[in-house]
């Protein structure tokens, strides 16, 4: 069973940094995108970044400069380096996984809090 497992999450003052972890139970080179998304209370789940298995990467624009996705293929690990945290950062954020190949295709973990104080 795929399973995808976030850390790192937690409380930080605006202008800090986080770095969020998504360990994944086996290869990421089974997933051909993985991505980061956050859920305010009260609103949609959004798209943060995505990373495909060549390295490209897509970012919303609100992000943009601030934060960095990167994988480590090694350690099954996506991460996301988030720098200038402002409290509209706060939420729960997902990691997300996507393949050409699993049944299901689509998968996500639990979520891991971020809370920007002001």
């Known amino acids: 069973q795929v399973q995808l497992v976030e850390s790192g999450g937690g409380l930080v003052q605006a202008g800090g940094s986080l770095r969020l972890s998504c360990v994944a139970s086996?290869?990421?080179?089974?997933?051909?995108?993985m991505g980061w998304y956050r859920q305010a209370p009260g609103k949609q789940r959004d798209l943060v970044a995505t990373?495909?298995?060549?390295?490209?990467?897509n970012y919303a624009g609100s992000v943009k400069d601030r934060f960095t996705i990167s994988r480590d293929n090694a350690k099954n690990t996506v991460y996301l380096q988030m720098n200038s945290l402002n409290p509209e950062d706060t939420a729960v954020y997902y990691c997300r996984g996507v393949s050409s190949y699993l049944s299901p295709s689509d998968y996500w973990g639990q979520g891991t809090q971020v809370t920007v104080s002001s």
């Open positions: 086996g290869s990421i080179f089974r997933f051909h995108t």
């Open positions: 990373i495909t298995t060549s390295g490209t990467t």
